[in-house]
């Protein structure tokens, strides 16, 4: 029984330090995202100063996931459970990455007046740091239900993105000059498309975790 409980606390301790994790990862979106749409150098700095912390969590929990599976060998469900937390904390890290490209885009741009106002970009942003959240918390709560309408956001961010697309399409065909800086909206955009992909990634560990099943949630 002592076993059984020092495991369950071992398993606790797992999902608080993907949480941990995934608030500094929602964190660097947030203010990738603002560097961008500021112009704010030093901002888009600590984005990329930043990613280091969440390398070291990503490193941390897959170590105490390796051990765990090492040690109590577990089976069915509580070995999905850290096979569900080792794949997420990927998920996670990569969107880390991510937020840090936006952040590498903001110090390209730095000094150039913007084509036009960001306005869909910060909207797409908004939208994954929300799936980024409730994807978090399905898995706390094993919620298939709330993993399932999570993912279906990204039908929204795809939306949007193709909305980007096109309006930044018109302005380089209207000025050939602004090129460089549409394109790099442009990734900008498509970097958080990839977020949002990372967000339903997390919904599909989460129905695999509580049902067993491989299913894509968004195909």
Known sequence: MKTRTTFDQALDELKHDILRMGFYVEEAISRAVDSLAKQDESMAQSVLE???????????I???CMKLIATQQPLAKDLRRIAAG??????????????????K????????SLIKPLIDIPRM?????????EALDAYVREDVQLATTMAADDDLVDSLHNQVFRELLVYMMENPKIINQATALLFASRHLERIADHATNIGERIVYLVT????????
């Open 50 to 60: 930043g990613d280091i912390l969440i390398d070291n969590q990503q490193q941390e």
């Open 62 to 64: 897959e170590d105490k």
């Open 86 to 103: 080792l794949m997420i904390i990927t998920d996670l890290e990569r969107m880390g990455d991510l937020a840090c490209d936006i952040a």
């Open 105 to 112: 885009i903001t110090k390209r741009l730095v000094g150039q």
């Open 125 to 133: 942003a908004q939208l994954a740091q929300k799936m980024v959240k």
């Open 212 to 219: 067993g099943e491989r299913k894509e949630l968004n195909d």
